[in-house]
């Protein structure tokens, strides 16, 4: 692990320096946002009340996947963008859908994982917990290929990951002592710590994704290698064609004295 879990956390309290008060605010109106859509279902039992509900927590996951990579950009040192920007993924069709799509898949594994066991289901969140921050920087990935390249950058993190939520429980026990209230800024710090997690991972990936690749070049020239040296072998042993040097061009004079003299 490149830093410690106080390192981290310093690291994103430092991110959040000044932006307090607007991750605070974004994170309210999500937050309203998903207790209404949770109210909706009530304690009705009916069917179509049930199905409405169902499709607009669907319908909140493009602002989810909004909300997380937000951090990743003040992790990076960006501004928190306005309130408004939280509905900015449903004004373009093709960024809804991609951002939908991320979500989608990456809750249908953790839920099919879940259904095994619940441990099997929690291994599964910590491995796919950096696919919205791959997704994010690498907008023509797959979705499911992002979920991949998150389980290989998490094989051997995840417990690591695990443990740094861990510490930031007496943060969440506060937060229900002000009935969630604090959440409005511990939600912020928990997200921007993770990104600054999937920072660190990313840089000790690179150095090793680029190593691999020079090693496979290398190796690909020491395999062209011997080719190339038995093809100028080759090239060297091939019999020229004999081209007979034209004679010496005699003077006129010197040939008719030869004569003469026979």
């Known amino acids: 692990m490149?830093?410690?879990?106080?390192?981290?956390?310093?690291?994103?309290?430092d991110s959040l320096s000044g932006k307090w008060g607007a991750a605070a605010?974004?994170?309210?109106?999500?937050?309203?946002?998903?207790?209404?859509?949770?109210?909706?279902?009530?304690?009705?039992?009916?069917?179509?009340?049930?199905?409405?509900?169902?499709?607009?927590?669907?319908?909140l996951w493009p602002m989810a996947f909004f909300l997380t990579v937000t951090f990743l950009g003040v992790a990076k040192g960006e501004d928190v963008p306005k309130v408004a920007a939280l509905f900015d993924p449903y004004k373009d069709k093709e960024t809804c859908i991609r951002f939908f799509l991320v979500e989608f898949w990456?809750?249908?594994?953790?839920?099919?994982?879940?259904?095994?066991?619940?441990?099997?289901?929690?291994?599964?969140?910590?491995?796919?917990?950096?696919?919205?921050y791959i997704a994010q920087e690498n907008p023509d990935m797959d979705p499911r290929d992002a979920m991949k390249k998150s389980e290989e950058m998490m094989y051997g993190h995840k417990w690591?990951?695990?443990?740094?939520?861990?510490?930031?429980?007496?943060?969440?026990?506060?937060?229900l002592l002000t009935m969630g209230l604090l959440m409005l800024v511990v939600q912020p710090y928990i997200y921007t710590?993770?990104?600054?997690?999937?920072?660190?991972?990313?840089?000790?990936?690179?150095?090793?994704?680029?190593?691999?690749?020079?090693?496979?070049?290398?190796?690909?020239?020491?395999?062209?290698?011997?080719?190339?040296?038995?093809?100028?072998?080759?090239?060297e042993a091939k019999p020229k064609a004999h081209v007979e040097e034209p004679a010496e061009d005699v003077p006129a004079s010197e040939s008719s004295e030869e004569s003469a003299e026979k």
Do not use: C
């Open 193 to 235: 710590a993770h990104a600054h997690f999937y920072l660190s991972l990313k840089e000790e990936v690179e150095p090793v994704e680029e190593s691999s690749a020079k090693a496979e070049y290398a190796a690909a020239q020491e395999k062209s290698a011997p080719v190339e040296e038995a093809t100028a072998e080759f090239a």
């Open 160 to 175: 690591e990951l695990f443990v740094l939520d861990l510490t930031f429980i007496g943060w969440l026990l506060l937060s």
């Open 2 to 13: 490149k830093y410690t879990y106080s390192e981290y956390r310093q690291k994103a309290w």
């Open 25 to 59: 605010l974004l994170m309210l109106v999500y937050m309203i946002i998903a207790a209404v859509i949770s109210s909706i279902a009530g304690p009705t039992n009916e069917p179509s009340w049930r199905m409405i509900f169902l499709l607009l927590n669907l319908a």
């Open 106 to 132: 990456k809750n249908l594994f953790i839920l099919l994982w879940s259904l095994l066991f619940i441990i099997p289901g929690i291994i599964k969140a910590y491995a796919y917990a950096l696919t919205e």
